[in-house]
């Protein structure tokens, strides 16, 4: 039997970009549709076409490996799925019955982290503005998009702390408003001021909360 390292996810850049597979990750519970019984469904992770995960249900939990196809989940005769993020639809099909649920996401250390969000400053030694988004952080691995110099890169980057390094650049911050975000140049290093953006800011007008 395959061994599935509980933090660690391998989405493709291709697969993140069209399902948005990493939204799935997380603890999620509500109640069946018409029923006031409890339901839980977690993705610990996931790793190319599978996910693990612990489906909770009648008091009891399993746990195993369900398969991943596009942007939903299927264990067994249940199908998860989420469209934002922050809630989801479960499906359990037996025979001709069918029950549904539907599920918050519930709030997780990697939630609350500083460093999600969104970052963004200007350098003239960079000549031009820099941002730094974390989408989502996982033990010491962080789901970011980065646009430096005008180019944008997307993937995973390395948590170590309150830093996350990403390619030639890293972002740090001590207090979740103001950080830093280094970019590494050839042999050179320029240090940009960076700001967190909030909710309102990220739907100005600017242009550095658009590539944010």
Same mark, same amino acid.
């Given at each position: 039997?395959?061994?599935?390292? =509980?933090?660690?996810?391998?989405?493709?850049?291709?697969?993140?970009?069209?399902?948005?597979?990493?939204?799935?990750?997380?603890?999620?519970?509500?109640?069946?549709? #018409?029923? &006031?019984? $409890?339901?839980?469904?977690?993705?610990?992770?996931?790793?190319?076409?599978?996910?693990?995960?612990?489906?909770?249900?009648?008091?009891?939990?399993?746990?195993?490996?369900?398969?991943?196809?596009?942007?939903?989940?299927?264990?067994? &005769?249940?199908?998860?799925?989420?469209?934002? #993020?922050?809630?989801?639809?479960?499906?359990?099909?037996?025979?001709?019955?069918?029950?549904?649920?539907?599920? $918050?996401?519930?709030?997780? =250390?990697? $939630?609350? &982290?500083?460093?999600?969000? /969104?970052?963004?400053?200007?350098?003239?030694?960079?000549?031009?503005?820099?941002?730094?988004?974390?989408?989502?952080? &996982?033990?010491?691995?962080?789901?970011?998009?980065?646009?430096?110099?005008?180019?944008?890169?997307?993937?995973?980057?390395?948590?170590?702390?309150?830093?996350?390094?990403?390619?030639?650049?890293?972002?740090?911050?001590? $207090?979740?408003?103001?950080?830093?975000?280094?970019?590494?140049? #050839?042999?050179?290093?320029?240090?940009?001021?960076?700001?967190?953006?909030? /909710?309102?800011? %990220?739907? %100005?007008?600017?242009?550095?909360?658009?590539?944010?």
């Amino acid at each position: 039997m395959a061994v599935i390292s =509980p933090s660690t996810n391998q989405i493709s850049p291709a697969a993140e970009r069209m399902y948005g597979l990493s939204r799935l990750v997380g603890e999620w519970k509500g109640k069946w549709s #018409g029923k &006031n019984q $409890d339901v839980g469904f977690k993705v610990v992770n996931i790793r190319g076409a599978r996910a693990q995960i612990e489906y909770t249900h009648n008091g009891r939990t399993e746990r195993g490996i369900a398969k991943v196809e596009q942007g939903t989940i299927t264990f067994g &005769n249940v199908t998860f799925g989420t469209k934002d #993020g922050k809630t989801a639809a479960l499906v359990f099909t037996s025979g001709g019955g069918k029950a549904a649920a539907f599920l $918050d996401k519930q709030a997780s =250390p990697a $939630d609350t &982290n500083p460093l999600v969000g /969104s970052w963004g400053g200007h350098s003239d030694d960079t000549q031009g503005t820099s941002s730094f988004r974390v989408l989502s952080i &996982n033990g010491n691995e962080a789901k970011v998009k980065t646009v430096i110099n005008g180019i944008t890169r997307e993937g995973t980057g390395l948590v170590y702390k309150n830093v996350i390094m990403f390619g030639q650049a890293q972002l740090s911050t001590e $207090d979740g408003r103001n950080g830093r975000i280094i970019v590494q140049s #050839g042999l050179r290093s320029f240090l940009v001021p960076a700001t967190k953006y909030t /909710s309102a800011d %990220s739907t %100005s007008s600017s242009g550095v909360n658009k590539v944010a």
